[in-house]
């Protein structure tokens, strides 16, 4: 039986959100640890467009970081709240709230804001060190040798000993290939056709937001769509999900400035006016692959266990990737404490632990994407989403929208989709021959929802 540190140095190989808030969490409960990342430390690098990548924060991202005293506080002063959904269409809607209660609502932020207070977190407990530009190129689990190539001396490989890795290195996981190689493990890629593009829309002036700043912003179209998240500097950052290629709009059919230009407008108008450099960051933009990551076999005996998207990779239409690898690493920490003489059992539940939840919350950010697309302003769904929020309110512990579960609870995602589909199957027989939310029983539908009992509990 093994502890952390026991047969040599604990190593977290990618400093990203997952392995800053482990690297953050281990540290504060005194183990050392080094963190390798293949990349410049964020905190020092220029960003030369100076523009801003965000994401969404919600509740089961924000449980985790109250685990590290004062972090929430901080990141709180970055953020730009959003209440709701606001649907560009024929018209503007007005804000579609998330839900009923003050605590209902989704966190803007920067992506290397919140990484670079990780960063901080994970430094400021005299436990971590992190080293930037340190690619892992390979494992050797027989001779307990990582081997790294250093960016700053032309790449150079070299060996550093270990007695524990942890893997955050992502979606392109190279841990994850060496456990998978010796554990017999499973992965499956599912890739999208479709593909992404983000694009800024300016603040206004004086750093004035040039559309309503708390909620999501939306423009659905069937087969694609844009959405566009504020900034605390009064700018969105707005990103375009689109098919690689198809008979219908695609990336590949957009080749020319005036075809691109003729798509936003025809598409996109009110965006368009909003952001007159449009064509040229169309261009200048890279296109980003989505996809879904689900692997078997995330540990190899006490040696390594995989934490974050190395282990799920979730396409992002839920918003929930960098919320689950966040419930994931914390949950991993406190296997690790649970077992904290036995590091192979600890990585065994952690992953018996997540695996269900993970492919859960992978499976509905699938579903969500054809939702944004395709469903938000379709009177049918808005039906029964208003009677959703209104059975949420008259019976709180026996109804509450899966989107809200997921978002706005740390009910545990297999069960927050398995009671998603109990409720959906009892709103489409209570909306059937209704026109409006007058025409519903309610009557009829407080004692259906009774009939499924409470809510599922949080752990
Ligand atoms: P990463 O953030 O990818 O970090 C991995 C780190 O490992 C990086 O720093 C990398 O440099 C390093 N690394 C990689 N390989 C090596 C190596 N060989 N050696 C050393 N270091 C290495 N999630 C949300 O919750 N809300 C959202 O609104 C949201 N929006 C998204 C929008 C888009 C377009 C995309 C693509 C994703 C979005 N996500 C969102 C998902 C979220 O970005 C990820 O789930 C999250 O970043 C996962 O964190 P991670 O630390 O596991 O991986």
């Not at 009064?234 to 290629?245: E, K």
């Not at 396409?315 to 649970?338: I, Y």
Request: hydrophobic letters at 45%; charged letters at 20%.
């Amino acid at each position: 039986m093994t502890a952390l540190g026991d047969n040599g140095p604990t190593l977290i190989i990618g400093g990203g959100i997952a392995g800053a808030y482990l690297a953050a969490l281990l540290g504060s409960r005194g183990e050392p640890v080094t963190v390798f990342d293949s990349r410049p430390d964020p905190r020092k690098a220029s960003d030369a467009e100076g523009r801003s990548i965000n994401l969404a924060i919600a509740e089961r991202g924000l449980a985790a970081l109250r685990q590290l005293d004062g972090v929430v506080d901080t990141i709180e002063q970055l953020v730009v709240p959003m209440r709701g959904r606001i649907v560009h269409d024929d018209h503007v809607s007005g804000l579609q709230p998330y839900g009923n209660l003050p605590s209902e609502v989704l966190w803007s932020v920067d992506r290397t804001a919140l990484t670079n207070v990780l960063l901080d977190a994970a430094e400021a407990t005299g436990k971590v060190e992190i080293r930037f530009g340190q690619r892992c190129r390979n494992i050797d689990f027989d001779l307990n040798l990582v081997s790294l190539s250093d960016a700053g001396h032309g790449d150079q490989w070299y060996q550093v000993p270990f007695g524990t890795v942890l893997g955050a290195d992502g979606v392109g996981s190279i841990v994850r290939s060496e456990i998978l190689e010796l554990n017999g493990g499973s992965i499956r890629k599912e890739m999208l056709d479709h593909r992404y593009v983000e694009l800024e829309i300016p603040a206004g002036p004086d750093g004035s937001f040039q559309m309503e700043p708390n909620g999501l912003h939306i423009w659905p179209h069937n087969d694609f769509m844009l959405i566009a998240l504020p900034n605390p500097t009064g700018d969105f950052t707005a990103t375009l999900f689109l098919a690689a290629a198809a008979d219908g709009p695609s990336f590949a059919a957009l080749e020319s400035a005036a075809e691109i230009s003729s798509f936003f407008e025809e598409n996109f108008a009110d965006f368009a006016a909003m952001v007159p450099d449009h064509v040229e960051q169309f261009i200048d933009a890279p296109l980003g692959r989505l996809g879904t990551i689900r692997t078997r076999g995330w540990s190899f005996e006490d040696q390594a266990v995989l934490v974050g998207d190395s282990a799920h990779g979730i396409v992002p239409f839920h918003g929930q990737g960098m919320n689950l690898a966040l419930e994931s690493a914390s949950a991993l920490n406190a296997f690790l404490l649970q077992h904290a003489d036995d590091l192979a059992t600890a990585f065994a539940a952690f992953e018996a632990d997540r695996s269900d939840d993970a492919d859960a919350i992978a499976d509905m950010a699938l579903e969500n994407y054809v939702e944004m697309r395709d469903k938000v302003n379709d009177p049918d769904y808005l039906l029964k989403r208003q009677l959703s929020l209104l059975l949420g309110e008259r019976l709180p512990d026996y109804f509450r929208p899966r989107y809200n579960m997921v978002m706005f609870s740390a009910i545990p995602y297999a069960d927050a989709f398995a009671r998603g589909d109990q409720q959906a199957d009892l709103l489409a027989q209570l909306v059937a021959g209704c026109d409006t939310i007058d025409d519903v029983d309610l009557g009829a539908a407080d004692q259906a929802v009774l009939a499924l009992g409470p809510l599922p509990t949080t752990p």
